[in-house]
């Protein structure tokens, strides 16, 4: 199964940096999710729940106050406040 890298940062320090399954983000204009294949996108978030499925199907989830999301190339790359 494909799956996609996650690295999640906050000013202060790493939040997460592994593999995962999907990743669903609170977009600006609406919630999203992210799967492996998934097309390049960079977009703002803004507050609410951000959550991931890790490589053994457990569900994780973060209250963010906003930020912005890069997919490219299979990587995820999250900046949140």
Not at 49 to 56: A, F, G, I, Q
Not at 57 to 71: A, K, P
Request: overall charge negative.
């Amino acid at each position: 199964m494909k799956r996609l890298h996650l690295s999640i940062v906050s000013p202060e320090k790493e939040i997460y940096n592994g593999e995962v399954n999907s990743v669903t983000l609170p977009g600006v204009i609406g919630s999203f999710t992210i799967l492996p294949q998934h097309a390049p996108i960079v977009s703002s978030l803004k507050e609410g729940k951000l959550s991931y499925v890790t490589e053994d199907n457990e569900e994780c989830t973060l209250d963010i106050e906003g930020g912005f999301v890069e997919m490219s190339d299979e990587t995820v790359s999250v900046c949140i406040s």
